[in-house]
Each structure stands twice: as structure tokens, then as C-alpha cells.
């Protein structure tokens, strides 16, 4: 359903949720602060497009979306892509690559894949999002031990290998501020979960820094002063050669943005019970992801602990999100212009307790517990979003994913010979009816689903028969799904068998699919109508006149 649901809760909104919903609004504006300009620093993009993009694309998400309590804006997973991409094509480059994405979400949510995207396997996304919190925190190390380098470099294993030779120029007052951060925000849910740790750690370590002159590097000794006014939308110059070049990253935005945004919303329904509206979401996503770029923004995609917030503190309308926003425009107009006195170390400090928070590492190590598969899948997508590219590494591990599960699949199919030609025999094919089968006839049962990769079973057992036989029943009681491969493969046994004068019985095809494939495919006609049946009694009855008229 193509409709917000900021919609249906205006039906019938009261001034008692209203109350509710500005209070959260109010929280997670002021948390959202210096997560924004953290998020923005990270990226390799200037403070102001932090705060640009949660107060564009975070009340457009909140007023299209389809999620009641959704909280969008920038986050720590876009660091990565953002950071490469500012790298390698420039600011202008970025904002060119979320316009695409922002028209890509917006495809992907009419063309109802909301549900597609949630299919993607637990360990991939565990091994992603573990990744990209040690790049976080790689990424982090230059303000957080003040060191005396230049540009810090895009590749996991420049960065260590830079920081090693820089090492002798560490900042024991950026270390000390950075530390203190750390301890706040750890440590200030203790006093009270109304005023977020991050926001003290600020407060305090800036008017430390300001007042006793530390010498340590700030926002504004880097980026110089923060504009307090929005800037005027821009629709960037795009021609076919920059869409060639930007649409794997304007894919990998979108993506990336559309997981996160989903699965923030599943968390948010577990919280509150509620059920959003998935292709609505990427709509909202996309549309927000638009007008972020216009106006000099970053991607932005559903927060999962800035919507945690603010379904605890209240928010139970899209009205909370919306305020949220309008919190974070209003506190960038009047004191925006003091948040360039923001040490550099604060941030560092606050960013290595979201790449902690992000890690996900007890999910990880669960990971492990499990299955071979799950590991290999899960530290596939781990090393290549660290070593590689957080593309490749999604791609190789969807695809890893998918060959593991086939091997899986594959291993639940299976095909038994239940009678040969060389005598009357009983055989237990039911465990429990007992059917006398007539010399020259063969039966095949398929157990599985009948698809590419295990069709190959099924010939391979067929091929074991050395003697010809009159009748050949084909037992498909256990086959759920059939796809073309295993059509192809049907079609030239019982072509081959029909050659050979043999009569070819098709028994217990109770998959609704199945049947329509076969049908589709003219089997049931090549067969003949006679020849399907839909018990094993009548496939062998059937059988027995074969015989007779023979």
C-alpha cells in the first residue's frame, strides 16, 4: 500500500500523543546533533552536510515513510561508501551517485521489492555491519590519538601502516579528551537515559578545551565556520558519461540504505508492535535520498538507535520524526555557529562507541555456533568490506550465500530405485503399505525439489539401469518445486525411454506448481493423461495393463 502512515495517524491523533511525540522529537533532535556532524567528518565531507541531510531527508522519511516511529538521517554505515566515494570522484561525485540512489529506492518501492530485501541472510549482514565498524574505528584513530599526519588513506591497510610511521607525533591532550568521551558516553546512562551521554561529552570536553586553551585540533581549526542557514537546492549537471561512472556506487547507496532502512523498521515493530509498510519505505527512503543531494546532503536511510530512542521516549507518530528535524534546523540557526569549537577528539571518542555499538560482536561470535556455511558466508563479507569494497564484498557474499544454500538444497533431494526387473519383490515404500511390484517395471521416487542443481541426481540414477523395462513409474509425491532444469531433464528420460518402447507413469504430482510446470511444458500431453496418476495403487494398476496389453 502506496500511502504514508503519517496518514492514518492524523485520523486520530490527540493533543496527549501530541505532548508525547514532541518530547522524543526534542530527544532525538538533540542526540542526533552530534551524531550528524560525526557522521558527516567521518565520511570525508564537511560538518554542515551532516546536519543538512538529517534536517532534509530526516523530515521527509519521517512524513512519507512507512513507518510510524522511523528516525532517518545519516549513519555510521554510509561512512564507508561515502568516504570512498568522496575519494575518488569528489563531493560533487557523491552528491550525483545519491541522486541515482534516491531514484533507485524509489524503483525498488514500486516495484515491491521491500519484501526482496529482507531476505538477505543474518550472517552477511552481521559480517557487513562488523566491518564497517572496524573501518569506523580505524578511520577514527588519527583524531582520537591526535596525530600529526595528512590525509588519512582510503585503504584498511594504508591507514595502519600510516598511522605506525606517525605514531612518535601522538596528542596526550586529544588521547585524554578522547578518553574522557569514552567514559562519559559509557558511563551517563548511569545518571539518566533523558539526556544523551554524547551530547554531555560535548558540553563538557568544548568548554574544557575553550577555556584552558588546550592545544588540540577542533571543527573549526579544520573545516573553518558552519553555515546557519540551509542552502538553496541545486540540481548537479549529470550526463550519460557520470552515469556510467557513479552507478555502481549510486547502487551500493541504494542497497545499503534500503537494508538498513528495513531493518530499522522490523526492529521498530518488535518494539512497538506495530507493521510497516515496506515499499512505502523505500519510496520515502529514495524521495529523502533526492532532496538530501539538492541540497549538498549525504545519503541518509533509517537510524536503528535513533528510532530505538525515540520509541522509548514517547514517539509513536511520524509527527515525533518531524519535529526531530525542525529540533535539529532550529538548533543549527541559533547555535550552530558554536559547534565549530568542537574538539576533534570528541568526535573521534563518540564514533569509536558507535563502531562499538555496531560491531554487533556477541552476534558474531553467535555466528560461529552455527552452521559452516553461516561462518564462511559471515567472514567472506567481513574481510572483503575490510580488505576490499563494501560492493564486493555484499555481492560475493549474496552469491556465496546463494551457492551454500543450493549445496544445502541439493542434499535434501534425492533419488531411490524401489523395484528392478528381476523378480516379483515387495517393496516398503510408505513404511508402512507394502505393494507387490510385477517384473519389468521400474519405479523412481524423487525426494526434494527437482531444480539445477540437483536435476543431475536424477539422471545419474537413471543411467544405472542396465535392462530396459516396459513400464517406468516416476514418483513425485515429495517433489515441492520443479524449475526449468529439472523440466529438461524429465523430458529427455522420457523421451529416451519412449524410444525404447518403455511407458512412462508419472505418479503423485501433489505440488500445485509442479503440475502446472509439467502441464506447461506439454509432459502431461507427451505422457498422455492416462499415464498421470494420483496414487501409487492406480500407477501400479496402470502399470499391470501395460503389461497385459503387451
Not at 357 to 378: C, I, T
Amino acid at each position: 500500500m502506496f500511502r504514508p502512515k503519517l496518514f492514518d495517524t492524523l485520523k486520530s491523533y490527540t493533543r496527549k500523543q501530541f505532548s508525547r511525540d514532541l518530547l522524543a522529537g526534542l530527544i532525538v533532535g538533540i542526540v542526533a546533533l552530534p551524531l550528524a556532524i560525526a557522521f558527516a567528518i567521518a565520511s570525508g565531507v564537511s560538518p554542515e552536510k551532516g546536519l543538512f541531510t538529517a534536517v532534509i531527508a530526516g523530515f521527509i522519511i519521517s512524513a512519507m515513510g512507512g513507518s510510524r516511529v522511523q528516525i532517518g538521517g545519516p549513519t555510521g554505515a554510509f561512512i564507508v561508501v561515502v568516504y570512498g566515494i568522496v575519494q575518488q570522484y569528489g563531493v560533487n561525485g557523491l552528491i550525483i551517485a545519491t541522486l541515482l540512489a534516491g531514484i533507485m529506492l524509489i524503483g525498488m518501492g514500486f516495484a515491491r521489492l521491500g519484501m526482496v530485501i529482507k531476505f538477505i541472510p543474518h550472517p552477511l549482514i552481521i559480517g557487513f555491519t562488523s566491518g564497517i565498524a572496524l573501518i569506523i574505528f580505524s578511520s577514527q584513530v588519527k583524531d582520537f590519538l591526535g596525530l600529526q599526519m595528512g590525509t588519512v588513506p582510503a585503504d584498511f591497510i594504508g591507514k595502519w601502516e600510516m598511522y605506525a610511521k606517525h605514531l612518535g607525533s601522538v596528542n596526550i591532550s586529544s588521547v585524554m579528551i578522547a578518553i574522557t568521551t569514552l567514559l562519559i558516553v559509557f558511563f551517563w546512562p548511569r545518571v539518566t537515559h533523558k539526556v544523551p551521554g554524547s551530547l554531555i561529552a560535548i558540553l563538557i570536553t568544548t568548554t574544557v578545551v575553550y577555556f584552558a586553551k588546550i592545544p588540540v585540533e577542533t571543527i573549526g581549526s579544520r573545516f573553518g565556520s558552519i553555515p546557519s542557514t540551509l542552502p538553496s537546492p541545486v540540481w548537479p549537471h549529470i550526463d550519460a558519461a557520470t552515469v556510467k561512472q557513479l552507478i555502481g556506487p549510486a547502487f551500493t547507496i541504494a542497497l545499503l540504505g534500503g537494508i538498513e532502512s528495513l531493518l530499522s523498521a522490523v526492529v521498530a515493530d518488535g518494539m512497538t508492535g506495530g507493521n510497516h509498510r515496506s515499499n512505502m519505505e523505500l519510496v520515502a527512503q529514495g524521495t529523502a535520498n533526492i532532496a538530501s543531494s539538492l541540497f549538498g546532503g549525504i545519503p541518509a536511510t533509517g537510524a536503528i538507535a535513533r528510532t530505538a530512542t525515540n520509541i522509548r521516549n514517547g514517539g509513536r507518530t511520524p509527527i515525533a520524526g518531524m519535529v526531530h528535524a525542525i529540533t535539529l534546523l532550529l538548533i543549527m540557526l541559533f547555535v550552530g555557529r558554536w559547534a565549530a569549537l568542537i574538539p576533534m577528539a570528541t568526535l573521534a571518542g563518540i564514533l569509536v562507541v558507535v563502531a562499538y555499538h555496531m560491531s554487533e560482536w556477541e552476534n558474531f561470535l553467535a555466528v560461529f555456533k552455527g552452521p559452516r556455511s553461516d561462518v564462511a558466508v559471515m567472514l567472506a563479507t567481513f574481510l572483503l568490506t575490510v580488505l576490499v569494497d563494501l560492493t564486493v564484498a555484499i555481492e560475493i557474499g549474496m552469491v556465496l550465500a546463494v551457492f551454500l544454500f543450493m549445496q544445502k538444497m541439493v542434499r535434501f533431494t534425492e533419488v531411490n530405485v524401489l523395484a528392478n526387473t528381476e523378480e516379483d519383490q515387495t517393496t516398503d515404500t510408505d513404511t508402512a503399505d507394502q505393494y507387490s511390484l510385477p517384473r519389468k517395471v521400474e519405479v523412481f521416487e524423487i525426494t526434494g525439489p527437482l531444480f539445477f542443481g540437483a536435476a543431475y541426481k536424477f539422471k545419474d540414477v537413471i543411467r544405472l539401469v542396465e535392462n530396459t523395462p516396459l513400464v517406468l513409474i516416476i514418483r513425485m509425491r515429495k517433489v515441492p518445486i520443479i524449475d526449468a532444469t529439472g523440466i529438461k531433464v524429465l523430458e529427455e528420460v522420457c523421451k529416451e525411454y519412449r524410444q525404447r518402447g518403455t511407458k512412462i507413469i508419472f505418479s503423485e504430482i501433489h505440488s500445485e506448481q509442479v503440475y502446472t510446470e509439467l502441464k506447461d511444458a506439454r509432459l502431461i500431453f507427451a505422457v498422455g493423461k492416462a499415464n498421470v496418476k494420483k496414487s501409487f495403487e492406480e500407477a501400479l494398476e496402470r502399470s499391470r495393463q501395460v503389461l497385459a496389453d503387451h
